[in-house]
């Protein structure tokens, strides 16, 4: 959908929002501004152009650690350029517990939470105690 400004000139009007997701879900942004002719977009993480975000909204299936950072919208018309507010994405995915014994951590998560979690657990032991580390792939939920 396109918007155009009754004297041409860009007006922002849509901001993207700071978002704190989990490993594996989507990353959804959007920015928007109305004008003649009818704006160009570009988004940045970390102060870099990202290769083919040039439309308004930004969407990242499946992200991974690597898309956390900071992350702002370039907006351009013929003769005029301005930059959305710059914000936070951060992409959680590891748990540790220090001390717990990974199969008692597991045996105590409820069923249903369980059920509609992807668990991959990986055990490292240093002098006294086992660190386990849990990287979940959760829809929509957090352990």
Known sequence: QSYQSLDGRLKLAVQPQSQRLHVGETLQMECGAV????????????????????????????????????????ISGSTERMWTN????????????EGVSCELFLN???????GECLIKVHFFTDLSSAVCLIYSFINKSSI
């Open 35 to 74: 004008g003649r002719p009818v704006p160009r977009y570009q988004w940045h993480k970390n102060g870099v152009p990202i290769l083919n975000a040039t439309k308004r909204k930004l969407i990242i299936p499946l992200v991974k650690q690597d898309h956390h950072g900071r992350y702002r919208c370039e």
């Open 86 to 97: 710059e914000v936070d994405v951060v992409i959680d995915d590891i748990y540790a517990i």
């Open 108 to 114: 105590s998560l409820p069923e249903q939470l369980y």
